[in-house]
C-alpha cells in the first residue's frame, strides 16, 4: 500500500507541505447526478417549481462551496481557484451535474470540484424534495483532473 501523504510518521493526521512545490496549471471536473422524476425534470425545464429557478440557485451554491473547499475539508489547502463553472443536463428523470474548478497553483483542484458538484446536487436537492419525495443524489465522482506531477486523469 502507497504511503499515505496526510499521515506523519506516526500516524497522525497532517498537512502536506506544499512549499517546495512550482505551481502549475492545473484543472479538474466532478460529475453527480439527481434523480428527481420526469415530472420535476419537466418543471424545472419549464422554469414552473415553487422555489423559482432551481439551477439558478445550485450554481451560485456550487460556486460559492467551490471557493470555500478547504474551510470544509479538512487538510485541504486553500487555493487561488481562478475559475468554477457548474453545468446542468436534464434528462429524462434525472439531473446531470458537472462542476469544474481550475487554478494555476501548487495542489490539484479535485476537491474543489468535487465540493461544487455535491453541494450544486444538495442544493437542487432541497429545492426539489417537496415535490419529488425519492429524489436522491448519485454517483458523484471525478472525471477529469490534468497539471501537476500525476498528470492527467480521465474517467473512462
Do not use: W
Amino acid at each position: 500500500m502507497a504511503k499515505l501523504s496526510h499521515l506523519d510518521k506516526t500516524g497522525a493526521a497532517r498537512m502536506v507541505d506544499i512549499s517546495a512545490k512550482q505551481p502549475s496549471h492545473r484543472v479538474a471536473r466532478a460529475r453527480v447526478r439527481v434523480e428527481v422524476g420526469a415530472e420535476t425534470v419537466a418543471l424545472i425545464r419549464d422554469e414552473k417549481l415553487p422555489k423559482g429557478d432551481v439551477l439558478a440557485a445550485a450554481r451560485i451554491a456550487g460556486i460559492m462551496a467551490a471557493k470555500r473547499t478547504s474551510d470544509l475539508i479538512p487538510l485541504c489547502h486553500p487555493l487561488p481557484i481562478s475559475s468554477v463553472g457548474v453545468d446542468f443536463a436534464l434528462l429524462d428523470d434525472a439531473v446531470d451535474i458537472t462542476a469544474e474548478a481550475v487554478t494555476d497553483g501548487k495542489t490539484g483542484v479535485e476537491m474543489e470540484a468535487m465540493t461544487a458538484a455535491a453541494v450544486a446536487a444538495l442544493t437542487l436537492y432541497d429545492m426539489v424534495k417537496s415535490l419529488a419525495r425519492g429524489a436522491h443524489i448519485t454517483n458523484l465522482r471525478l472525471i477529469y483532473k490534468s497539471g501537476g506531477k500525476s498528470g492527467t486523469y480521465e474517467q473512462d
